[in-house]
């Protein structure tokens, strides 16, 4: 799990962080996009949430704090990732800092999955679903119901 310690020196941090009032973990986050580029900054979109206790007359858990979070990552000095699908869910976002500057590891729970290292990043929060957003049926709906 992150902590302040992960998010220092990542321009747009607080604001995140001041989204939720806590780090999120992006459980069950979707991978909007992935754009890579050789000499320019490259870009990792997130769409996450916070669930509730609160079900929708479908059975399915209500979703508060939409946001899309854009990652713009500078300086790639290493990649390792695969399974991308149509739909990309990760079970959870871990941020380190090491010695070139930050690695991000994508949990792999449906789709794509694995680890970015760039010298700096970049964090954009953007409040609302993605544009092209389609919510699973499957997500989150409890058994029974």
């Known amino acids: 799990m992150a902590t302040a310690d992960h998010w220092r020196g990542i321009e747009g ?13 992006f459980n069950d986050a979707e991978v909007v996009s992935l754009q890579l580029h050789r000499t320019a900054s490259s870009m ?13 007359s479908r059975g399915y858990h209500i979703h508060a704090k939409d946001v899309v979070v854009d990652f713009s990552l500078h300086g790639i000095t290493d990649l390792s990732v695969g399974g991308f699908a149509a739909n990309n869910v990760i ?3 871990e941020i380190e800092r ?27 929060v953007t409040p609302g679903k993605p544009a092209d957003h389609v919510r699973a049926q499957s997500s989150l709906k409890l058994p029974g119901r």
Do not use: M
Request: hydrophobic share 45%.
């Open 91 to 93: 079970a959870g976002l």
């Open 44 to 56: 990792l979109t997130l769409y996450t949430w916070e669930t509730t206790d609160e079900l929708d």
């Open 13 to 25: 941090a607080q604001v995140l962080y001041d989204w939720f009032g806590y780090w999120p973990s």
């Open 98 to 124: 090491n010695a070139t500057g930050f690695r991000l590891e994508l949990k792999p729970c449906y789709g794509i999955a694995g680890a970015i290292e760039a010298k700096h990043i970049l964090l954009r």
